[in-house]
């Protein structure tokens, strides 16, 4: 049976890493903390699954275009990656991690975007309009943003739970033969 005093730091710790990625030069949207908040729901366990990217946003934050007047929406969002990890993860296949990513790809997309509207009417800003019409149009602009995302959530998702199933696997083999 395999011990989860040992896969509980590999779980941390493939998370933080994963976060961090976003210091990284990256392509605009395609980043690891979509993936990373979901493998977190997924593998790690109590609060410190919503604790940790939650710190890495808040620290990382500042080098990547620091805090706007959606970043509660967009911390949010994220933190709903780790709960549908929570309950669509408990067992990880292929099929799920894929759908869990795209689901979390397209929650993203549908609060920080209604979001970026409804601050840009509420601030009269020129770019959105009130009412349908406008939000229907930040929806659209914003679909290039969503499908680089959503590349993302699906890399770096199917990413780290193989890293992790690869890894995990290695520790119990080295814990059987020193058995």
């Known amino acids: ?22 210091l990284v030069p990256h392509a605009p949207n395609v980043t690891p903390l979509g993936g990373s908040c979901l493998f977190a729901g997924s593998r790690v366990g109590g609060w ?7 710190a890495v946003m808040v620290a990382t934050d500042p080098f990547v275009g ?7 929406v967009i911390y949010a969002a994220f933190l709903i990656n780790v709960w549908i ?9 292929a099929m799920r991690v894929g759908a869990a990513a795209f689901l979390c790809s ?10 970026v509207w409804a ?3 509420g601030q009269h800003s020129a770019f959105y309009q009130p009412g349908v019409a406008g939000l229907l149009a930040c929806y659209t ?5 969503w499908g680089r ?19 995990n696997g290695r520790m119990r083999v080295r814990e059987a033969a020193a058995a």
């Open 119 to 121: 601050i840009g009417v």
């Open 48 to 54: 410190w699954a919503y604790l940790l990217p939650l």
């Open 66 to 72: 620091g805090y706007t007047a959606a970043s509660p």
């Open 149 to 167: 995302t959503l590349a993302g959530d699906l890399l770096f998702s199917g990413a780290l739970f193989g890293m992790y199933a690869v890894l």
């Open 106 to 115: 397209a929650q993203f997309f549908v609060l920080t975007n209604f979001a």
């Open 85 to 93: 990890g929570r309950t669509m993860l408990r067992e990880a296949t």
């Open 1 to 22: 049976m395999q011990n989860q005093k040992q896969s509980r730091p590999l779980a941390i710790g493939l998370t933080v890493l994963s976060a961090l990625g976003r």
């Open 141 to 145: 602009l914003a679909l290039p943003f």
